[in-house]
């Protein structure tokens, strides 16, 4: 049994071998630390959240009035920088990178921000001081697949939907960052006295590799308090670890030859071509492809029937002439929902939905049907790993530990497939690990094959349910939502919070509203954008402005704030 510590990146562009489509490979949305495992949980109640200070009130609704159309014009300037990994290339030497943090400067001079680039990290800041907030945030996206959006994923597109920002990178993570920046806009306007520099730290590769951000870390001191706009609200105080299963189903001998009435020498009446499926390790696939030869048109015919009764799936079946063959090769399409794989069930899996289509049918041995009943019998339709031997398991706070087939790729040895975990506490890496072989080795026994390159990642998770500024998080999150005692959440993505001190998420996303972001359809409402300006802004002053201020401001006594963001006036 061997425990892998780390990963090799998956790389930039994969053709499937065995198909027009073109799928890129990248490793993850982040690469987990190395945490220590806990079994404590977030059950001690918490305190209902007191009021905010009239100035944080104040200030958050100066920044709506009077940046709020201007933070979207900022938005549309960012989301163009295909800010994607891209094998050979660093965010030091890839020009789309250069260009974005070229843009970040401007934008950050223009704001009045101190503006510096480290490499990997570009820091913008408010005040000065050794006391810090921490906002931490990051610049690079996920690919997108133009085919299927409306307009360019690469554009700040305002018009297919009236109310939405769609782009890549709108709620991931392009659209906090703006917000971040006038947030601390609004605060520099007003002359606030800070006791804390704000300090948005902006990391270019987290979606790909976390080494260069733990490497500018050994030098750098961050903040004491921090902040990572990454996730969703009220607060995030745990987060699952980023887990990953790879391997590769081998190249099987050439498929007998089919007789005159299609039959093949192995008794099978069809053969499974081609399989495959997905775009990245952290994103459930939206589109998944089977190619098939030697099925009869009564077959084809029940294929279509059941596939029409996959909720949220769409399909479509494309048969080519043989000639001395009743039915030709048949291309089956598979289109589901793609969604960020830390939350599964609010995707449908094309790869998964296509497997279990073509559960039944008796195909002859070959690469691409072993492929198919791997993803049958181990994973299925189900979202926690409850086919995959006894590695399914749940945590109180944290909830179950989610399992999603995200790639099928072919490739020079075979078919590689990635299994994309979240895992809450309550195993060990070495439980998981042995969980893992015992499974895999019962497949392999059960189909005389022998699997390659097994591979396992298990990424610790996170607890931070005692960071000081948890209460005031809560606090500002209540009073914009009029949410009377809000309380923490756990979420399965894995943000860089794994690697600050006294680290929460808070926001951009909402809690009970899907996240967007890794999807195929990524947004963020103009609502929400205008809230998360208030909410950071307000945040920002409690945490960061002198207590004389906020003392003195109380004691002017400025009124009773009202609640609801879009009904406020301005300042």
């Not at 030098?219 to 887990?243: C, L, Q, R």
């Not at 929902?337 to 289509?357: F, R, Y």
């Not at 049918?361 to 198919?372: D, K, P």
């Not at 790639?407 to 060990?428: A, F, M, S």
Request: aromatic share 8%; glycine share 8%.
């Amino acid at each position: 049994m061997t425990l892998k510590l780390s990963l090799k990146t998956a790389g930039a562009i994969s053709l499937l071998l065995c198909s027009g489509l073109t799928f890129a490979a990248s490793q993850a949305d982040s690469q987990p630390s190395a945490q220590a495992d806990s079994a404590v949980s977030a059950k001690a109640p918490l305190q209902a959240a007191p009021k905010i200070s009239s100035l944080a009130d104040r200030v958050a609704q100066y920044a709506l009035n009077t940046y709020g159309d201007e933070t979207i014009s900022a938005l549309s300037t960012l989301i163009p920088y295909k800010t994607v990994e891209t094998e050979g290339m660093t965010p030091l030497t890839h020009p789309e990178f250069v260009g974005f943090k070229a843009q970040l400067k401007s934008l950050s001079q223009s704001l009045g921000l101190d503006y510096s680039d480290q490499g990997y990290v570009v820091l913008i800041g408010l005040g000065e001081g050794e006391q810090k907030l921490g906002v931490i945030t990051h610049g690079d996206v996920q690919p997108a697949d133009a085919s299927f959006w409306q307009q360019d994923p690469f554009t700040l597109d305002s018009q297919s939907q009236p109310g939405f920002l769609i782009g890549r990178g709108t709620e991931d993570d392009k659209g906090p960052i703006v917000t971040a920046m006038y947030a601390m806009k609004a605060i520099k306007d007003k002359g606030l006295a800070l006791n804390r520099r704000i300090e948005l730290l902006v990391y270019l590769a987290e979606e790909s590799d976390w080494a260069p951000l733990k490497a500018f870390l050994t030098d750098f001191t961050p903040a004491d308090i921090n902040i990572t706009i990454d996730a969703e609200y009220p607060v995030v105080t745990a987060e699952k670890g980023w887990s990953e299963i790879r391997l590769t189903i081998p190249k099987m001998p050439k498929m007998p030859k089919m007789r005159k009435n299609g039959e093949a020498a192995s008794g099978a009446s069809a053969s499974l071509e081609c399989f495959s499926g997905g775009a990245f390790a952290s994103q459930v696939p939206q589109q998944a492809m089977a190619k098939i030869s030697g099925l009869d048109k009564k077959t084809i015919a029940a294929l279509k029937e059941k596939a029409s009764k996959q909720p949220g799936m769409k399909y479509q079946f494309e048969q080519a002439s043989s000639a001395g063959q009743d039915s030709g090769q048949l291309t089956i399409t598979a289109e589901g929902k793609s969604t960020h794989s830390s939350t599964p069930e609010a995707g449908v899996n094309a790869v998964t939905h296509l497997a279990a289509l073509l559960k039944g049918i008796h195909f002859s041995r070959s690469e691409a049907a072993l492929t198919a009943q791997f993803i049958q019998q181990m994973v299925g339709l189900g979202l926690y790993g409850e086919q995959f031997g006894d590695i399914a398991y749940e945590d109180d706070f944290m909830g179950p530990m989610t399992l999603a087939a995200t790639l099928v790729k072919p490739n020079d040895q075979g078919t590689e497939i990635v299994l994309n975990l979240r895992r809450p506490v309550g195993k060990t890496p070495e439980q998981l690990d042995q969980e893992t072989h015992q499974a895999l080795e019962s497949w392999q026994a059960q189909q005389s094959v022998s699997l390659k390159g097994v591979e396992t990642y298990w990424g610790e998770p996170k607890l931070m349910d005692k960071a000081p500024h948890l209460q005031t998080l809560l606090s500002v999150f209540g009073h914009f939502t009029d949410t009377p005692s809000p309380r923490p959440v756990a979420i399965g993505g894995s943000t860089n919070s794994k690697l600050f001190p006294n680290a929460l998420s808070f926001g951009p996303a909402m809690p009970g509203v899907e996240y967007t972001g890794h999807s195929e359809h990524e947004f963020i409402t103009k609502e929400q954008f205008m809230l998360n300006l208030q909410m950071y802004t307000a945040a920002f002053v409690e945490l960061a402005a002198s207590t004389e201020e906020l003392s003195e401001q109380a004691k002017q006594g400025t009124g009773q704030a009202t609640k609801t963001g879009a009904q406020r006036t301005g300042d």
